[in-house]
């Protein structure tokens, strides 16, 4: 019934790699939504305040690459350590295979840290514009108050550290 087993299996590959694509793109949005939906209410308990504008520019700032540099280093790192591995250590030919696996590392550990930079270069220049356009340039009369509070405690603890010596 299949004529072609390789097409068979190109053809899985391709479906699979698209819904897991679809899964952690989903995923992804699902945590961070949820995430930030925490820290906001976190903040509320603390008596700042947040509102949907602050939550969205959060998540905007923390689109980074941090966990997939971290996890191309772990997976380099790894290869490496089973290359290194001589082949009368191994069976019928692993040796050979992890030594091109070490280089497929290698090129995808520069393609993570390049999306990585580019996410920095994208996200720190487009910085600016999103806040003037979600008006969160100007601090608010609640977020003026928090902070001359703030500097009125930090004096107020200086003086008593003085007053102690």
């Given at each position: 019934?299949?004529?072609?087993?390789e097409?068979?299996?190109?053809?899985?590959?391709?479906?699979?790699?698209?819904l897991?694509?679809?899964?952690?793109?989903?995923?992804?949005?699902?945590?961070?939504?949820?995430?930030?939906?925490?820290?906001?209410?976190?903040?509320?308990?603390?008596?700042?305040?947040?509102?949907?504008?602050?939550?969205?520019?959060?998540g905007?700032?923390?689109?980074?690459?941090?966990?997939?540099?971290?996890?191309?280093?772990?997976?380099?790192?790894?290869?490496?350590?089973?290359?290194?591995?001589?082949?009368?250590?191994?069976?019928?030919?692993?040796?050979?295979?992890?030594?091109?696996?070490?280089?497929?590392?290698?090129?995808?550990?520069?393609?993570?840290?390049?999306?990585?930079?580019?996410?920095?270069?994208?996200?720190?220049?487009?910085?600016?514009?999103?806040?003037?356009?979600?008006?969160?340039?100007?601090?608010?009369?609640?977020?003026?108050?928090?902070?001359?509070?703030?500097?009125?405690?930090?004096?107020?603890?200086?003086?008593?550290?003085?007053?102690?010596?």
């Open positions: 019934m299949i004529n072609d087993t097409l068979m299996h190109h053809f899985w590959e391709i479906t699979e790699f698209l897991n694509t679809l899964l952690f793109t989903i995923g992804g949005t699902v945590w961070g939504d949820v995430s930030i939906r925490r820290i906001c209410q976190m903040i509320s308990r603390i008596g700042i305040g947040t509102n949907w504008k602050e939550a969205a520019f959060q905007w700032g923390g689109l980074r690459g941090a966990v997939g540099i971290a996890l191309a280093l772990s997976l380099n790192a790894e290869t490496e350590h089973f290359s290194s591995i001589t082949a009368d250590e191994l069976e019928d030919g692993v040796a050979v295979s992890s030594l091109k696996h070490t280089n497929d590392t290698a090129k995808l550990f520069g393609m993570v840290g390049g999306i990585a930079l580019l996410t920095l270069v994208i996200n720190g220049t487009l910085s600016a514009p999103i806040l003037q356009k979600l008006g969160l340039v100007t601090p608010s009369e609640t977020r003026k108050k928090f902070i001359e509070n703030y500097h009125q405690r930090k004096i107020f603890r200086a003086l008593l550290a003085d007053a102690e010596d």
